[in-house]
């Protein structure tokens, strides 16, 4: 059976429609979500529920993690906080970080190492939610690296001295993989990236032309349908709580645009939690953003969707990152996250 995601158009319009084009092109997410204010949502304008909507655009790739955002606008969470949404598809954190910093989106998916390259890189900005976590739970987990059944390859540690590939080099993939193979005892700087997209990775890995693969959802269970073995759970032995992205912001918006800040977190922090209690609604969701097939669809393992950050989980990753390369020095995850 073959599985297809849909290729990531400039632009997907869920509320008014607004066409925004990203530009640039730079290498490339614990909430302080105190609900603030009365019980009953208001609007970012502060100007009762018949105020007009406040239109923000959110930029994101369109798979599973990003779930929650969507079901934010269909369950109407954006709305009663005031908001207009309009996602547009992103195909990563090349795009997704330099729109934020040039004023094309107003909030951006982004995995959490990017973001800890981009204030490496002296770019202010900051998470506002959480994302997309790890289950924790290797053999039960959305990312797995994965090779053919007759491979030599057996467990997370036989990865040192070694290929695989990553669908981004110097990111979360890569990064991920390495701290869990440091954490079961070997090497994880003795192993060669390939960069190759997840639709590519599961042929290479069969036709030989890497020996190993990155793959999360839906193309991990494709491929094991297919009769490729998972070797490591990256994101599950790396930590058990590891955050893999979120939504994040420049600091000019939160210093400038705070109440509109507000009302983003506020709903995020319901959608995540509204998502987690209720996965049917979310496998529902992607189906309408992602092609994918209806029987897949139910099969794929979900994303733990948390409102909070796990400080321990980054501060492993961040450790990581810096020790094999990635960043120059340990991120400061009090600049990184959202503020108390």
Known sequence: MTTHIADPRPSTRLGTRRRFIAVLGVTSLALGLAACGSDEPTNATGNGDDAEL??????????????????????????????E??????????????GVVAGDYDFAF??????MVARDQGLPLRYVSNGATTTGEPGADFAAVV?????????TADLSGEQTSSNNLNNIGDTAIRLAVDEAGADGADIEFVELAFGEAEAAVTNGNVSSALLLEPYLTAALDHGLKPIAWPYAEAHPDLDIGGYFTSEETLADRPDTVEAFQRAMERSLE???????????????????????????????????FSREGLSVLGEAA???????????????????
């Open 274 to 308: 509204f998502s987690q209690d209720n996965p049917e609604v979310v496998r529902e969701v992607i189906g309408t953003y992602a092609t994918i097939d209806e029987e897949m669809l139910e099969r794929i393992t979900l994303p733990r969707f948390s409102s909070e």
């Open 85 to 98: 949404v309009e996602i547009v598809n992103t195909t990563g954190g090349a795009v997704a970080v330099p």
């Open 110 to 115: 982004g995995n959490t190492v990017s973001l």
């Open 54 to 83: 406040e239109q923000v655009t959110v930029g994101a790739i369109p798979i599973g993690d990003v779930a929650p955002l969507h079901v934010a606008i269909s369950e109407g969470f954006f709305e009663e906080e005031g908001l």
């Open 147 to 155: 090779a053919p059944e007759d491979s030599e390859l057996h467990e």
């Open 322 to 340: 810096a020790r094999h390369g990635v960043i120059s020095e340990e991120p400061n995850l009090d600049e990184l996250l959202p503020p108390q």
